[in-house]
Every structure is written in structure tokens, then in C-alpha cells.
């Protein structure tokens, strides 16, 4: 019996450290490194210094591709502004590659192999979810779902 109650004790203690750990609004964003379509290492830290959009997605995300093509065209007028990351998640290499080459996913795209823990890291329990980071890497937005303000969001944060 005491076992028990120990380990229910545990259960919480755990769940609650998790849930401590997940980012939020205004913090640092977590370091990760991921390799982009050309097998190359690409880390958070490489692309301090600017705005950016991590996008995370799935080919098998319904909401992730019916944002496409919005955020192709958000990219054209802002790519001088912000870096756009994708940063597939739970795709075969050989899906995330033929994806992003159907769909003309021309900005920065990364992906996260079943063993990243990148999704922890981040705190990503839905899909698409973007997340906004700052020159200075600090956490600015936080977005769950495919919602249409986003991008006069990120626009009004970008030229404050």
C-alpha cells in the first residue's frame, strides 16, 4: 500500500516537473540542433539574431497543409524580416522530402527524427503549432492550430 501511494506521489511530482518545463511566453527558447534537406546540422543558435517562425508540422497533419499555402505567401513578403523553419515531425525522411518539394516549401526546412526530443523540448502537443522567437532568442507567441491572425500577429510583433 505504501508502495503505491509512493509511486501515485512520484506520478504527480512528475507530470507537474514537466509541465514546469514546458516554455511559455517570454522565455528563452530551448537550444536544437536538427539536420536541414541537405543532411547538414542546423542549430537554434545558428539562427539567432533574427525573427523566427518555428513552424512544426506533418505531412499527415491535415491543418498543417491547408496553412501551406498562406505561409508561402506570408514568406515572399517577409522573408527579409523573419527565417522561416519547418521542422517536420513524425514523417518518414522520404515523405518530409517529397513534401516539402510538392508543396514548394522553399524556406529552412529541418527534421526531427522519431528520437528528437524536440517536441518535449517545446512543449508541442498539437499540430501545426508555430512559435515565434525573437533576435535575442526569447519566446514571443506561441500558436496552436492553424489560426488566420497569425500572421498580423507576428507582423505587428516583428515592426514594434
Do not use: H
Amino acid at each position: 500500500m505504501i508502495r503505491k501511494i509512493f509511486l501515485a506521489v512520484a506520478l504527480v511530482f512528475a507530470a507537474a516537473s514537466a509541465m514546469a518545463a514546458t516554455p511559455a511566453e517570454g522565455d528563452k527558447a530551448p537550444a536544437f540542433t536538427l539536420n536541414n534537406l541537405d543532411g547538414k546540422a542546423v542549430s537554434l543558435e545558428s539562427l539567432e539574431g533574427k525573427w523566427l517562425v518555428l513552424d512544426f508540422w506533418g505531412a499527415w497533419c491535415r491543418w498543417c497543409m491547408v496553412g501551406v499555402p498562406q505561409m508561402k505567401e506570408e514568406y515572399a513578403k517577409m522573408s527579409d524580416k523573419v527565417e522561416f523553419v519547418g521542422i517536420d515531425c513524425r514523417d518518414s525522411q522520404e515523405t518530409w522530402r517529397n513534401t516539402v518539394k510538392e508543396k514548394e516549401m522553399n524556406w529552412t526546412q529541418l527534421y526531427a527524427p522519431e528520437d528528437s526530443d524536440i517536441l518535449a523540448l517545446y512543449g508541442v502537443r498539437g499540430f501545426p503549432t508555430k512559435i515565434v522567437v525573437d533576435p535575442k532568442g526569447v519566446i514571443r507567441k506561441i500558436c496552436v492550430g492553424e489560426d488566420p491572425e497569425f500572421y498580423s500577429q507576428l507582423s505587428e510583433l516583428i515592426n514594434d
